[in-house]
């Protein structure tokens, strides 16, 4: 795994999104994996500042999100259909059909879930998955427990988690309890991960995620069995890493660098 620490929220987004590009520039078609909440959006606004004044291309990619609140129909604005097209869908040109989130109104949540693996296998897995943790250590909805092989399905939010999102709602009442999400078996198939995190209420949640044992009360420590995951973090979010030292020498001195 490696660990990018970067000043600022500023700093991690733009190097967070340096990475999504030189994927897109390798491979235009590519399949990218997507996230919700408010540590990505930096990331996004510097795509579509890429799309807008670098002509970055958008126009052969594939999205597939990680997850959705059940019950919120795309209109809702919490929902994560809501929050993909505000934030970042209606300002680049991936064309409609090619954007896929798990949808929090089906009526046959196992069929919808199966048919949603299969969609990722058929258009040839995604290149690159963007991930943010929950400060319980949860990636997209894979709560505290998830098994680190599980499959995209319908999950209970532990409270937790209701509480953190609690702040986006009328009322905590309002909170969904139920979501579907890519499991962590879907998120490690993924060729290249990316996490995202920033602020000191993440430091606790990355600590346990990168260098405590590999674990399914923490379902982000799961990265530590990619062979292809990186961490991007702002000082907040890193605080609590023993080991920062040594990322930041790694980071000076990646192969190929004059010697610092
Ligand atoms: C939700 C999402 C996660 C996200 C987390 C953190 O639980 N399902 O994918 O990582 O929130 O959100 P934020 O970035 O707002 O802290």
Redesign the pocket.
Known sequence: MEVIICPTYADMSRAAAREVANVLYAKPNAVLGM??????LGLYQELVRMHREEGLDFSQVTTFN??EYVGLSPQHEQSYHFFMHENFFKHVNIPPQNVYIPSGTTNNYKAFCEWYERRIKEVGGIDIQI?????DG????NEPGSSLMSRTRLKTLAKP?ID??ARFFAQREDVPIY?I?MGVGTILEARELILLANGK??AHAVAEAVEGPVTSMITASALQLHPAATVFLDTEAAAELKMRDYYQWIQKNKPGAPRT
């Open positions: 996230a919700t909440g408010s540590t990505p990680l997850d991930l943010g943790i929950g400060s949860h990636i997209a909805f988690t953190d999102n979501a999400t209420k993440k």
